[in-house]
């Protein structure tokens, strides 16, 4: 008796779209699609109408005007006379620039407060913990606006390191100073230069596109050399020794190169009422990043705390039946397990950092919120153009910072077979 292979298909019909479990899922999917789209035609045009009746259009001709305003501070060159495009460019690298400062500091302070929150000793664990609940249980804009105020007020001013017998004195060899203006460090120059190169937002330091050149080629070496350290542990079971290998190739290029460009320190120095030459770093931006850093350093506390908690006790015993110390154990055994529990609330506190850049308003420092987001709006009357490009930029840091996290989680998270 002849058996059929198998059934035969029954002809599609409109109704298998709701009915089948096949189709169901997809036709959901694409009438969300549609409707969202739907309401995102309706938004937009209804904005546009709006606009029009008020006698504005939707364009952003505004960025390359003149901005009319200072920034301080910069990390690239700027005046008054350029554009709102350069204004909201300073303002982006500087809300780069605390941020990624406050994450390191932050993660290092977190790290040391929930390892130390586990230890033996009750006086330093209650420390830890006194620190923690009374952090993260204050608002971060708090906690800027205090670090702001003992800067302002419990500083130095710069003439009481004036005269014979100063009533203040610089540290560090008299390097730096701490005034109630901000704290002056030394800063990098260079005698020579390999001058600029002139872009649609400004002009760029030949000098540090070449150190970034040579820091990028020389990671790009020391990978190849560690892949092949690697490769011979595999094939012999010995690890060749790569340590003076790895600092000639970081060290050698960049000697040569700062030794070519004339590298020096410009140290500051009280001149007039106040010092001048190296590294400003105002009391704005001090408040902003040690206030972020001690408000998400608590919460990254409990988080190390956790993941550590989260680790078999079973491995801490036999670390320590191999004879390891108990820092040992910790550094070796149980941090790079915890990781894999660590990062993905880390990552969220990154994006909470980044976003909490925006308190930075409250005490005059000038990010992309205060610069495209608030004098460039004002003068310019464009609200949804700027509010767009503040929005889309924040975004657009946002899910970098979720990239890079999630592939360095991938690295270290266990692979499953």
Not at 35 to 43: D, G, H, N
Not at 139 to 163: C, D, H, T, Y
Not at 167 to 173: F, N
Not at 262 to 284: C, E, I, V
């Amino acid at each position: 008796m002849a058996m059929k292979s198998g059934a035969s298909r029954e002809p599609f019909q409109l109704s298998m779209l709701f009915n089948d479990s096949r189709y169901r899922a997809r036709t959901i999917q694409v009438f969300a699609f549609i409707i969202l789209v739907l309401a995102a035609t309706w938004l937009l045009d209804n904005t546009i109408r709006n606009l029009a009746a008020l006698g504005k259009d939707f364009s952003f001709g505004f960025l390359w005007s003149t901005a009319g305003y200072d920034i301080s501070p910069r990390a690239i060159d700027y005046s008054s006379t350029s554009s709102h495009a350069r204004a909201a460019l300073v303002g982006l690298l500087n809300t780069l620039i605390v941020a990624a400062m406050a994450c390191v500091t932050a993660t290092i302070l977190g790290v040391f407060a929930g390892v130390l929150r586990l230890s033996n000793n009750w006086v330093v664990a209650r420390l830890m913990t006194v620190y923690v609940e009374s952090f993260r249980n204050v608002p971060a804009l708090l906690w800027i606006i205090v670090v702001a105020a003992v800067m302002s007020e419990a500083m130095p001013a710069p003439n009481a390191f004036r005269g014979e017998n100063p009533r203040a004195s610089m540290v560090l060899w008299d390097s730096v100073a701490v005034t109630n203006r901000g704290i002056y460090l030394p800063v990098p120059d260079f005698t020579r230069s390999l001058g600029q190169a002139e872009l649609a937002l400004g002009a760029l330091d030949l000098n540090d596109i070449a150190i970034l050149g040579v820091l990028s080629l020389s990671f790009l070496i020391h990978r190849g050399l560690v892949k092949h350290a690697q490769r011979v542990q595999s094939a012999t079971g010995r690890r060749p020794i790569t340590w003076w290998k790895s600092l000639c190739i970081f060290a050698l290029p960049m000697v040569a190169l700062l030794y070519a460009l004339g590298f020096h320190l410009d140290y500051p120095a009280l001149k007039g009422l106040n010092f001048t030459g190296g590294l400003q770093l105002r009391n704005s931006f001090i408040a902003l990043w040690i206030g972020l850093s001690v408000y998400t350093g608590a919460f990254i506390a409990e988080i190390v705390r956790s993941g550590i908690l989260a680790i078999s006790r079973g491995q801490t015993e036999a670390a320590l039946a191999l004879g390891l110390s108990p820092a040992r154990t910790m550094r070796l055994v149980i941090l790079p397990q915890a990781l894999r529990i660590i990062i993905p609330p880390l990552i969220s506190q990154y994006l909470n950092i980044t976003k909490n850049t925006s308190l930075g308003l409250a005490v005059g420092y000038m990010d992309l919120r205060s610069t495209l987001g608030g004098i460039t709006i004002n003068q310019t009357g464009r609200e949804l153009e700027g509010m767009l490009l503040m929005m889309l930029t924040y975004v657009a840091i946002s899910l970098s910072i979720s990239v890079v996290m999630n592939i360095y989680n991938d690295r270290v998270r266990l692979q499953e077979r």
